[in-house]
């Protein structure tokens, strides 16, 4: 798949400058959080920035990637339980064994119970594993995101910082859904029919319609007015998925003028990482010097067990190679983008953001590592299960 290969972005190049970032952070912290009185760290910037990066990783989802849901069901079903727990529970052992302070402890549960990324897409795309697999359930582990990571967040970590279900739900709504829901609009507007074009539009104009009666004081007048707290998050959601309906159709048409447009979007993705990497390094630098070793090492054991467990779970629950080593990556690779993005709606990049900081770039370099490992021993035309796995 060409979009694919695209964002694997020639090789380390991506993981170079995450890598490039973290050195600069350390280096001049003082210059990557502040630029004069603005705050690089701001609440609004740092959610533009991820849903930038969201946006950009829906871009290569497909509507059509769903599909094949009935066929890889099972393995979809082993994906999903072994992503949301190995991972999480990986993650509250090394902070029992590492004895991190309360923050940074939350961090490396929050990355635990993230979803998938993108990256394991194209880690699977380049061992020539179950790609159709590992598409479904990247997509399957990102709709179940708004309601599994709370939960295990408050399971897991809720004695470390305060977490609020139906707030972090919120979050994740507004950073993860929304854009790649706009994502998969444009996606569906691309071979819409005539009806289906006019219902969007439709939707679109009542979009703009109450967005600008938002902005223009309505959701002053509703804060001042309304007093119960569920019903103004309900508003402020509805808002959020307004808005995607009118991303998609802006980007849906500018990609029309501009046929380039998609084949860019992975970079901007990538840009949006990598300034999250620079300034949550550059906030947590202190926390970094006494802890940085510590993270790493959690990073790798981390890693490792996604990979180890991911795979070898599979094979009990018998799953042929080519998709077990599909499900190792599903499970060894996290949203990065996703858990630095909470942290900073938390106020608490320099903390919480910190374990994925360190954890994103372990992850690409093991990933890009054991895909080659694969590529170069490949599984036999016997051993696979069906057509969908190759």
Not at 69 to 75: F, H, I, V
Not at 117 to 128: E, H, I, K, Q, T
Not at 189 to 210: E, S
Request: overall charge positive.
């Amino acid at each position: 798949m060409k979009r694919l290969s695209k964002i694997s972005l020639k090789g380390f190049r991506y993981t170079a400058w995450i890598i490039a970032a973290v050195v600069a952070g350390m280096l001049f912290p003082k210059a990557f959080t502040s630029w004069g009185s603005f705050d690089l760290r701001n609440k609004w910037l740092m959610l533009v920035i991820i849903q930038t990066v969201m946006f950009g990783m829906g871009i290569q989802m497909k509507l059509k990637d769903f599909s094949g849901l009935m066929q890889t069901g099972k393995g979809v079903a082993i994906g999903l339980f072994c992503h949301f727990s190995i991972m999480p529970l990986m993650g509250l052992l090394l902070t029992r064994l590492f004895h991190f302070e309360p923050e940074i402890a939350a961090g490396v549960i929050l990355i635990g119970s993230c979803s998938s990324g993108l990256a394991s897409n194209v880690m699977v795309y380049l061992a020539r594993a179950n790609l159709v697999l590992s598409v479904i359930v990247t997509a399957m582990a990102t709709m179940a995101a708004p309601f599994l990571t709370p939960l295990l967040m408050k399971l897991l970590a809720g004695e470390l910082i305060a977490i609020s279900i139906v707030g972090m739900m919120i979050e994740i709504i507004k950073i993860v859904i929304v854009p790649i829901g706009a994502a998969l609009l444009h996606d569906y507007l691309r071979t819409a029919n005539g009806k289906g074009k006019n219902i969007v539009y439709l939707l679109f104009a009542i979009a703009i319609a109450w967005l600008l009666f938002l902005a223009l004081g309505g959701w002053n007048y509703f804060v001042s007015t309304i007093h119960n707290k569920q019903i103004l998050q309900s508003i402020e959601i509805c808002g959020f998925l307004l808005a995607a309906v009118v991303g998609g159709v802006v980007y849906h048409e500018l990609s029309r003028t501009w046929s380039k447009l998609d084949s860019i979007m992975p970079y901007f993705s990538m840009f949006g990482i990598v300034y999250f990497t620079l300034v949550t390094t550059a906030a947590g630098r202190d926390n970094l010097m006494e802890v940085g070793l510590l993270l790493f090492i959690s990073s790798v054991i981390h890693n490792g067990a996604g990979y180890f467990f991911g795979y070898w779970l599979s094979r009990l629950f018998k799953l042929d190679k080519n998709s077990a080593r599909t499900i190792a990556f599903e499970v060894g690779l996290q949203n990065g983008g996703m858990a630095s993005g909470l942290a900073a709606s938390m106020g608490k990049l320099g903390t919480v953001g910190l374990p994925a900081a360190v954890f994103s770039p372990w992850m690409n370099i093991s990933g890009s590592i054991l895909a080659n490992y694969w590529k170069r021993r490949p599984v036999k035309e016997e051993e696979g299960s069906n057509k969908t796995d190759k």
